[in-house]
């Protein structure tokens, strides 16, 4: 133990943290802290070399940047130093670190530990309710840590905004920091890029033309907004987007209107690094602000945004990406342009095992053509049967279709009343029994009768929701793909927007026969119709 110096040097040391209460953060703020430092390092005789301030961080991290260098500086120095603190919560709230810091590493290096409020002093030995208010100091954390937790999960499960900041494409309300609002200077990049994905670009592709179009990364853009992008050191390409910025923006539901929450959370109330939470435990609840992506274009994306998109020697996108699948092994096919050959699909398993597939090859342009036939095929059987017979099958189609559902309806609302007159009969048939006026086996088998009937009413009506549920889906099947494809009566070549909105997938079978005999089946599913097949020699 270091005798009492009357000139000791000393370095001041203060921190204030987000979480700490709202109670205490004017007597814990950084000015009133320093002040009562100097103060008493004056008064004492102290000479002060330093001063260290981490303002926004935790005490239940040592990872702080003057925390560390200070005790580098005390470390480093030749003369027997210490270091002063309001009080213990202010070095830490880690008991582990605080205790191996305070106990190891400074009696060590000759560097005494001084709390102003908790009379500690490592200069005398009168210190013996330093570990039990350590203890109580990281109790503290813990239950702070856990209200915190627990108002998130509330705000959160209330449809709240929890971030610290919008997402791109939005800007947090100044009314109500819980709302998010659209963002008219970022909303039609985030619908570009879903635009840029519908046609078959890859997420490095979609990055390479936002960066050669100088849009700002998100982060750069908040920078931009808090008026401190030209003075930060962190943004040496400010525009460098990357595809794992714009795959976050194409998976993230909130651009459909939904809070999406609780998608990742921290180790502990010790370890603040944030760990993905499954897929299944995230918050989400719809319709909690404007969206930006309709449902439509959002599925269309997320359909095709997890097919790996590889550059290819033709110098184009693929636009069949993601829809030409094997019907044997079930994977996606994969397209190449061999030897400055032709470019052509072939089975992905096939190429890195001939034993436990086929080749399904198909050449790129006869796909395209087969495609493009097939959907001209329709267009021109809506031209043959004119606009009037396609306005009357519409209406077929929707009048049919809402006869049957009133008459399911009607079905299902008779069994309902008849589920809940039963249960009705079987209580007062347990009322009766238990007043004796009908005996046990009596009761046993009439109720068994009709629970027998309440459970053939049950499945029939749960089979009447699926027939109503089938018929409106059917109805409205029928008009989108009448809407859809009317688009594209005038168009002569096929593309992706074309494909993304009529074709759910394409199977390719495998070639039989040969020469001209040779015919291979292909198979066009279409998203609001069944599959057609052609074939081709």
């Not at 088998?445 to 009709?450: A, C, E, I, P």
């Amino acid at each position: 133990m270091l005798k009492q110096q009357t000139a000791l040097r000393v370095r001041l040391y203060a921190r204030l943290s987000k979480d700490d209460g709202d109670a205490d953060k004017e007597s814990n703020s950084i000015t009133n802290q320093l002040q009562m430092l100097r103060y008493n390092a004056k008064k004492q005789g102290f000479v002060i070399v330093g001063e260290y301030v981490d303002d926004g961080y935790s005490g239940t991290t040592f990872n702080r940047p003057d925390l560390n260098r200070m005790i580098k500086d005390a470390m480093e120095d030749t003369q027997p130093s210490g270091i002063m603190v309001k009080d213990m919560s202010r070095f830490g709230r880690n008991n582990a670190m605080f205790m191996y810091y305070v106990e190891e590493i400074f009696p060590n290096n000759d560097i005494l530990f001084i709390a102003l409020n908790d009379d500690v002093d490592t200069r005398f030995d009168e210190n013996e309710m330093m570990p039990f208010k350590s203890i109580m100091n990281e109790y503290y954390a813990r239950d702070t840590s856990k209200k915190i937790r627990s108002v998130k999960k509330t705000t959160a499960l209330q449809g709240g905004f929890c971030g610290s900041f919008a997402p791109y494409g939005y800007r947090i309300d100044p009314e109500n920091k819980r709302k998010l609002l659209v963002d008219p200077d970022t909303a039609h990049i985030v619908k570009r890029i879903f635009e840029l994905s519908k046609q078959g670009n890859s997420v490095h592709q979609i990055a390479r033309m936002l960066c050669e179009d100088g849009v700002l990364i998100p982060r750069a853009y908040r920078a931009m907004k808090n008026g401190t992008l030209e003075t930060s050191k962190g943004f040496k390409f400010p525009t460098d987007w990357v595809g794992k910025n714009v795959k976050m923006i194409l998976e993230n539901q909130v651009y459909l209107g939904h809070m999406v929450s609780h998608k990742t959370q921290t180790k502990s109330f010790k370890n603040k690094k944030p760990v993905a939470v499954p897929k299944e435990e995230w918050i989400v609840v719809k319709n909690t602000h404007e969206a930006i992506i309709d449902e439509e274009t959002f599925e269309l994306v997320q359909k095709f945004i997890s097919v790996k998109k590889r550059p290819n020697k033709t110098g184009r996108p693929n636009m069949f990406v993601g829809l030409v699948k094997c019907p044997d092994c079930g994977r996606n096919m994969a397209f190449s342009n061999p030897n400055g050959k032709e470019p052509r699909f072939r089975c992905r398993t096939y190429a890195r095992n001939s034993n436990l597939c086929t080749t399904h090859a198909i050449s790129y342009h006869a796909l395209e053509q087969i495609v493009m036939n097939d959907i001209q095929k329709h267009i021109k059987n809506m031209e043959a049967l004119g606009d009037q017979f396609i306005e009357e099958m519409r209406v077929l189609s929707e009048t049919g279709g809402n006869e049957k559902i009133q008459q399911f309806k009607q079905d299902l609302e008779l069994a309902e009343k008849r589920i809940a007159e039963i249960d009705n009969v079987i209580l007062k048939l347990f009322e009766q029994n238990a007043l004796g006026k009908i005996s046990d086996e009596r009761f046993e088998k009439m109720s068994n009768v009709y629970e027998n009937e309440q459970r053939e009413l049950t499945n029939r009506r749960d089979g009447l929701k699926a027939k109503i549920q089938a018929e409106e889906d059917k109805t409205k099947n029928t008009n989108q793909f009448l809407e859809t494809i009317r688009k594209y009566e005038n168009v002569t070549e096929l593309n992706r927007s074309m494909l993304v909105e009529l074709i759910d997938s394409i199977y390719v079978y495998q070639a039989e026969g040969t020469g001209r005999k040779r015919t291979q089946k292909v198979e066009i599913n279409y998203r609001f119709l069944a599959g057609s097949q052609c074939g081709i020699a």
